[in-house]
C-alpha cells in the first residue's frame, strides 16, 4: 500500500475514534443554534424596567393623551421642575412647552437619573410625535381628514426579479444575505479550527520526536501531504455529519415553516421560503460550499503546516502564525461588507486572490453571480494551493529537523531555497 | 586498454563489497558547514562505528545516507548504484531523538511503522509477533504508547527499525535509556542480525561498545573525516610501546635494573600472590627485548603484555589533534 494512504489513513482513524471528535460534532450545531438564539432570548427576558415618569405639561394637551405600557408610568405632576427632580418616586421627569403643538423643536425635554433607555425614549418621541401630528390635522377643520391620512398610508415591500438568468427567478436578498453569511462563517471556522490543528499536530510529532521515526521510513514531504489530507478528510467527515443533520431536521421542519410562510401576510417570508425550497440552488450552494471549502483548507493548512514544523512549541508559533490569521481575518472583514454590494470591483478582486477567495466567495454566491467568476476563483484558488504546498514542503523538509531558535518569516523563505 | 578493463573490474569488485560509498560529499546550512567532503566506504556485513563529537556532522551524514536530506554536493552510492529514494526500504534507521505516538496502542503502531516500510499487513503482523515474543514484551500489545517507560518505548523503536530485514540499519544511540541487561539483550541482537548478513552502521559515543561492536570506524570531527580504518589496525597504530610487566620478586630492586631502559613507569599494585604489575612505556618496540632480559635476570615474569589505547584514548586525541591543527589532512590507512 501507498505510504501515503497508510499516513492518511492514521491521521484520520486516529481523530475520528477520539471522544473529542464526537463529542465536538454533536454539540458544535447545538452551539451554533445556542448562539443565535441567546441573543433573542436575553432581549425577550431582559425588557425595559418599569419607569415612572412625571409629567410637567405647561401645554396642557399632551399630557391625558400619553398612554401608559408595561414599563413606562406616566403621572402628571403640578409643581415646578425643582420639585420633581427632588421627589425620588420619580424616575424621570418630562417636560413640555406650552407651544409645544405649534413649536415642537425643542420644546420638550426628559430629564433622568442614570442613562435613559432608548426604548423608553423612542416610546415617548412616538407617541408626542402622533398626538401632535393628530392635533395639527385637527386644527386644518378638514372633515374626515383623518380617516383621509389613513387610507393615504402606504407599506410597500418589494418584489424583485433577476432578469440576467435564463428564467426570471423570484429571489430575497434577506435571504441571501443570511445564507451568505452562514456558509462564510462555516467556512471561516473549518479554514482557522481545522488548519491549525494541522499546525499544532505538527509541533507536537516534532516535540515528542515521533517525526524522526517516520521520516526515516516516507519522505518529509509524504507525512505532510497526509497530514493535511488526513484531517482535511476529518473536515469533510464532520461536514457530511451535519449536512445529513440539516437536512433531517429540514425535512421536519420545512413544511412547518411552509405552513408558516402560507399564513403570513408578510411576502418577504414567502419568498425567503420559496427560495429555501428550491432544491437545485441548495444543492449548487452545498456544492460551493464544499469546494471552496476543501481548497480554502488545502491552501491555508498547506501555510500551517509549514508554520507548525518551523517552531517547537504552540508558544513560539504565534508570532508566525499571523502569516495566516491577518489574511483570514482580512477576509471575514471584506466578506461582511461585500454582502451589501456584492459586485462591487472589491468584491470581485476578493474573489479571486486565494486568500480571501474562499470566504469572499462564499458571501457572494446567495446572490447569484457568473458561473465563470466561480470557475475562475475556484481554478486560481486550487493552482494557488498547489503552488502553497510545494513551498510548504520545501520549508517543511528543513524546518522539522530545526530545533531551538524561533525562526523568522525570512529564515523559512532561506529554508526553501535549501537544495 | 587491457588495464583499464582490468581496473574498472576490480573498482566494480571493490564497490560491491562496500554496501554504502560516500563521495566527497559536502552539505552547508546558512549558518555553517555540516559536512566537507566527506568521504568514506562501509563494508557490506560488518558493524561500522561513525564517531564524533557533538556537532561534527555524523546526524547530517545519516540522513543523506537514509534519503532524507540530499547533499549539496557529492555523490552516495547504495549495493553498487547511486541511491535513490526506492533504496529507502532496504535500510532500518533508528534516529538518536526518537518517539512514539503517545495516544496509539504499541501493537497498532508497530503496524504502522512496519507498512510504512512496505510491508504487507500480514507479514508485518507474523514478524511482529515473532519479535515481541524474542524480545518478551507481548504482554505490551494493547499498551497505549504512554503507559511505557522510556526504555520500554526503545525495544519498540527497536523492533520497527529491524523488522522488514534491510540490507543496512543505521543506529544511532542505540544504548541510551537502557539499563545494562536490555542493552545487552539489543547487542546481542545487533550482533545477529549482522551475522545473518546485515550491514550496520552504529552511531555512539560509548566507546566501550564501539570496541565490543564495531569492526571499522570513521571519527568526523568538524565536518571533515579525520580518522577512518579497522578497530584492531587503528588501537595497534595508536599503541604507544605501553605493556604491562607482572613478576615476582623485589620490587624496588627490579624497578632500579629496568629503570634506564623505560621511558615511563607507573606501579598498578601488588597482589595477594606477590606478584607485581608495572605499566611501562618503552621508547620503542623493540626495547621490549631489553626489557624482558633484565627483568628476567632479576625476577620471575609472570606476564607480560601489551597495552593498546581504548578508543576513548584514540577518539580524545584524534579530536583533540585535529582541533590544534584543523589544517591537517585525515590520516589514511
Known amino acids: 500500500m501507498n505510504p501515503l494512504k497508510i499516513i492518511i489513513a492514521r491521521e484520520y482513524l486516529e481523530r475520528v475514534k477520539r471522544k473529542s471528535f464526537i463529542i465536538s460534532t454533536i454539540l458544535m450545531p447545538l452551539l451554533m443554534v445556542g448562539m443565535m438564539v441567546t441573543p433573542a432570548l436575553i432581549a425577550i427576558l431582559s425588557g425595559p424596567e418599569e419607569r415612572t415618569i412625571a409629567v410637567i405639561d405647561d401645554s396642557g394637551v399632551l399630557a391625558p393623551t400619553l398612554q401608559n405600557d408595561g414599563e413606562v408610568t406616566f403621572r402628571d405632576f403640578t409643581g415646578d421642575l425643582a420639585d420633581a427632580k427632588a421627589n425620588e418616586d420619580y424616575d424621570a421627569i418630562l417636560v413640555i412647552g406650552a407651544d409645544v403643538v405649534s413649536n415642537p423643536q425643542g420644546n420638550v425635554a426628559l430629564y433622568t437619573r442614570g442613562a435613559p433607555s432608548m426604548q423608553t425614549e423612542s416610546y415617548i418621541t412616538s407617541q408626542l410625535e402622533r398626538t401632535i401630528e393628530g392635533l395639527r390635522i385637527k386644527a386644518y377643520n378638514i372633515e374626515n381628514l383623518a380617516q383621509i391620512m389613513d387610507e393615504v398610508k402606504v407599506s410597500l415591500t418589494l418584489n424583485t426579479f433577476r432578469i440576467d438568468k435564463e428564467e426570471e427567478s423570484a429571489t430575497s436578498s434577506m435571504l441571501s444575505y443570511a445564507l451568505g453569511m452562514a456558509t462564510m462563517f462555516i467556512l471561516y471556522m473549518f479554514i482557522l479550527l481545522y488548519g491549525q490543528m494541522v499546525m499544532t499536530s505538527i509541533i507536537e510529532e516534532k516535540n515528542n520526536r515521533v517525526l524522526e521515526l517516520v521520516v526515516s521510513s516516507v519522505k518529509p514531504t509524504y507525512l505532510m501531504m497526509g497530514k493535511i489530507l488526513g484531517i482535511g478528510f476529518v473536515a469533510i467527515t464532520q461536514i457530511l455529519i451535519w449536512a445529513v443533520l440539516l437536512v433531517a431536521c429540514s425535512i421536519w421542519l420545512m413544511p412547518v415553516l411552509m405552513n408558516a410562510a402560507a399564513d403570513s401576510a408578510d411576502p418577504s417570508f414567502i419568498q425567503a421560503m420559496s427560495q429555501l425550497g428550491d432544491t437545485g440552488f441548495m444543492v449548487m450552494l452545498f456544492g460551493c460550499l464544499v469546494l471552496f471549502l476543501i481548497g480554502g483548507y488545502l491552501f491555508y493548512s498547506s501555510i500551517y503546516a509549514a508554520i507548525g514544523s518551523a517552531v517547537d512549541n504552540i508558544q513560539d508559533a504565534s508570532q508566525l502564525q499571523t502569516i495566516a490569521i491577518v489574511p483570514i481575518i482580512i477576509a471575514l472583514v471584506i466578506s461582511t461588507t461585500v454582502v451589501n454590494d456584492p459586485n462591487s470591483s472589491l468584491a470581485v478582486w476578493c474573489s479571486i486572490i486565494p486568500f480571501t477567495s474562499p470566504m469572499v466567495m462564499m458571501a457572494r454566491l446567495p446572490f447569484g453571480i457568473p458561473g465563470w467568476e466561480t470557475i475562475v476563483s475556484l481554478v486560481v484558488l486550487y493552482l494557488s494551493f498547489i503552488a502553497m504546498i510545494w513551498l510548504s514542503a520545501k520549508i517543511y523538509r528543513v524546518g522539522i529537523f530545526m530545533y531551538g531558535k524561533k525562526p523568522s518569516f525570512a529564515e523559512l523563505i532561506r529554508w526553501a531555497r535549501y537544495k | ?333
Request: glycine fraction near 6%; proline fraction near 5%.
Open chain 2, 1 to 333: 586498454m587491457q588495464n583499464y578493463v582490468i581496473f574498472t573490474e576490480k573498482a566494480r569488485q571493490i564497490g560491491m563489497d562496500n554496501i554504502i560509498e560516500v563521495d566527497k560529499v559536502s552539505k552547508a546550512f546558512t549558518k555553517h558547514v555540516a559536512l566537507d567532503e566527506v568521504s568514506l566506504q562501509v563494508p557490506r556485513g560488518k558493524v561500522y562505528g561513525l564517531l564524533g563529537p557533538n556537532g561534527a556532522g555524523k546526524t547530517t551524514l545519516i540522513r543523506i545516507i537514509n534519503h532524507i536530506t540530499a547533499p549539496d554536493s557529492g555523490m552516495v552510492t547504495f549495493d553498487g548504484h547511486p541511491l535513490t529514494a526506492a533504496d529507502v526500504p532496504n535500510i532500518g534507521y533508528l534516529p538518536e531523538e526518537r518517539g512514539l505516538y503517545k495516544k496509539m496502542k504499541v501493537g497498532e503502531q508497530a503496524l504502522f511503522f512496519a507498512r510504512l516500510k512496505g510491508m504487507s499487513k500480514h507479514d508485518a503482523t507474523a514478524a511482529l509477533k515473532e519479535w515481541f515474543e524474542r524480545l518478551e514484551i507481548t504482554s505490551w500489545w494493547d499498551k497505549k504508547v504512554e503507559e511505557l517507560s522510556k526504555g520500554m518505548a526503545q525495544k519498540v523503536q527497536f523492533i520497527v527499525t529491524v523488522l522488514h530485514q534491510p540490507k543496512l540499519l543505521i543506529f544511532d544511540e542505540p544504548f541510551s535509556g537502557f539499563d545494562p541487561i536490555n542493552a545487552n539483550v539489543l547487542k546481542r541482537e545487533i550482533l545477529h542480525l549482522r551475522d545473518q548478513g546485515a550491514t550496520v552502521i552504529f552511531s555512539t559515543h560509548n566507546m566501550a561498545s564501539v570496541e565490543e561492536l564495531c569492526d571499522n570506524i570513521t571519527l568526523i570531527n568538524k565536518s571533515h573525516n579525520i580518522l577512518t580504518g579497522p578497530v584492531a589496525d587503528l588501537r595497534r597504530r595508536f599503541s604507544d610501546n605501553t605493556y604491562e610487566l607482572g613478576f615476582e620478586g623485589d620490587a624496588e630492586a627490579v624497578m632500579a635494573q629496568i629503570k634506564p631502559i623505560v621511558k615511563k613507569m607507573d606501579i598498578l599494585g601488588t597482589d595477594r600472590d606477590g606478584v607485581t604489575r608495572l605499566k611501562l612505556a618503552l621508547p620503542a618496540a623493540d626495547a621490549s627485548r631489553e626489557l624482558l632480559a633484565t627483568a628476567n635476570a632479576c625476577s620471575m615474569i609472570r606476564s607480560f603484555n601489551q597495552i593498546l589505547p581504548s578508543m576513548d584514548e584514540i577518539f580524545i586525541r584524534t579530536v583533540e589533534e585535529s582541533n590544534s591543527n584543523s589544517s591537517q589532512t585525515p590520516p589514511a590507512i
